[in-house]
């Protein structure tokens, strides 16, 4: 799936390289095991305009989750109905010069915002490191986006339990700079 492999415009990792902390915190077990339940969903929630507000600020340097080293992004759609910038504070996963997103918003029933906008405009802009990257994103089907979502859970359990939590299809997008 990567689009930038025969684009010679593009190196092969355009994302800067943020560690947050230690590759294996030792708060992020518990913590997300907490995150997972109904309780720590809505706390998370709760303080997501709090870290967005902080992550916009610091354009993505900073963030409330830092210690667990949980790996985010910034990323900004376009409005499906505003025409309007929206940002988003987004876990993701890396993989040859590829970031991916999924659309889990805490098990809720509904899909978040952000991803409905992507389905209307694929061009969305990443912020991470301090750096703004403009990305076209893609959803993903099938095997590739079930072994995607795998990665996801590696990193934080609490995303196999948001799917558990509701009947629809969670989506997952890979983003590239363009």
């Known amino acids: 799936m990567d689009k930038n492999r025969d684009n010679p415009s593009h190196p092969a990792d ?8 230690h590759d294996r915190p ?18 998370i929630r709760t303080a997501t305009p709090l870290d967005r507000w902080i992550l916009q600020r610091s354009k993505s340097r900073y963030t409330i989750l830092g210690p667990l080293g949980l790996p985010l992004l910034l990323l900004t759609t376009v409005g499906r109905k505003t025409g309007q910038p929206h940002t988003t504070p987004l ?3 890396r993989e040859n010069g590829q970031l991916f997103v999924v ?9 978040p915002a952000w991803s409905n906008n992507l389905l209307v405009n694929t061009h969305a ?5 301090g750096v703004d990257v403009p990305v076209e994103a893609t959803p993903l089907l ?3 986006k079930e072994c995607t979502f795998e990665r996801f859970v590696a990193i934080g ?21 363009r």
């Open 91 to 93: 876990t993701y996963v």
């Open 14 to 21: 355009s994302f800067p390289d943020v560690r947050w902390s």
């Open 142 to 144: 099938g095997a590739e």
């Open 157 to 177: 359990e609490a995303y196999a339990r948001y799917r558990d939590r509701t009947d629809r299809d969670l989506r997952i997008f890979c983003l590239v700079p």
């Open 125 to 129: 802009t990443v912020t991470i490191g």
């Open 26 to 43: 030792i708060l992020r077990k518990p913590v997300t095991v907490f995150a997972s339940s109904k309780v720590g969903s809505w706390l």
């Open 103 to 111: 659309g889990s918003n805490f098990g809720q029933d509904h899909h």
